[in-house]
């Protein structure tokens, strides 16, 4: 069963131009959500997060939106560069399983010159 | 501060032998989780450590086993591999087991021929 749905699966932006990435949770347990950024043959770093009591948390260039009663979240980066491309991953968690998190199949960002 | 680190960097197996990969937490972390990432898939939840005692565990078998030592570094062994063990294993440490925030080393990449 998978808990955390990404989408979409590959996306290509203009340099200067706003990547979406959304996702979709099932688990209303869930109260930690996290967004990852991974470059080849490199693991996973922490890009920003959010938890379910704000709809909005910014950080420079990226922006998470949370949508509780929707249980969807997305990743907005502003002003996309070529060094952003990536492979972006969300993922969540809940204090009761821990650090543990589930991790949403990944969204490879191209960011054109 | 030195962050999660490591090794080996690659390895390749034999199906059925058996492997052990290391990591070393980042200092000050007491807490380290593993994770197995498939090829174009996102991390999936292996097991966690916690003061060196087994803190939550996923939908792996048991031919997948873990120790975490006194100084918070963590191995990860398999038995009888199997070529769908194929993957990049991650480890991520986290300042303590209730803590969200995981930071991931660069992983293995195990590939079993």
């Known amino acids: 069963q998978q808990q955390v749905k990404q989408s979409p699966q590959s996306l290509i932006v203009q340099k200067g131009g706003i990547s979406i990435i959304n996702c979709a949770y099932e688990?209303?347990?869930?109260?930690?959500f996290p967004w990852y950024q991974q470059f080849p043959g490199k693991g996973p770093a922490l890009l920003i997060a959010?938890?379910?009591?704000?709809s909005e948390k910014k950080e420079g260039r990226f922006t998470i939106s949370f949508n509780k009663s929707a249980k969807q979240f997305s990743l907005h980066i502003m002003d996309s560069q070529p060094g952003d491309s990536a492979t972006y991953f969300c993922?969540?968690?809940?204090?009761?399983?821990?650090?543990?998190?589930?991790f949403g199949e990944g969204t490879q960002l191209t960011v054109n010159p | 501060e030195t962050g999660v680190t490591q090794s080996p960097t690659h390895l390749i197996k034999t199906r059925g032998q058996q492997v052990t990969l290391r990591c070393s937490s980042q200092?000050?972390?007491?807490?380290v989780s593993w994770y197995q990432q498939a090829l174009g898939q996102g991390p999936q939840f292996i097991f966690q450590?916690?003061?060196?005692?087994?803190?939550g565990r996923g939908n792996f078998p048991p031919r997948f086993s873990g120790l975490q030592f006194p100084n918070y570094s963590s191995e990860l062994n398999v038995n009888a591999l199997e070529l769908d063990d194929s993957a990049l294993y991650l480890c991520?440490?986290?300042?303590?087991?209730?803590?969200?925030?995981?930071?991931f080393g660069p992983g293995t990449r195990l590939t079993v021929t």
């Open positions: 200092s000050g972390h007491n807490t």
């Open positions: 450590y916690y003061r060196e005692e087994e803190n």
């Open positions: 993922a969540a968690s809940r204090e009761t399983s821990g650090s543990r998190l589930t």
């Open positions: 959010i938890r379910p009591d704000v």
């Open positions: 688990n209303t347990a869930f109260d930690y």
């Open positions: 991520a440490s986290s300042l303590d087991a209730g803590d969200y925030e995981q930071y």
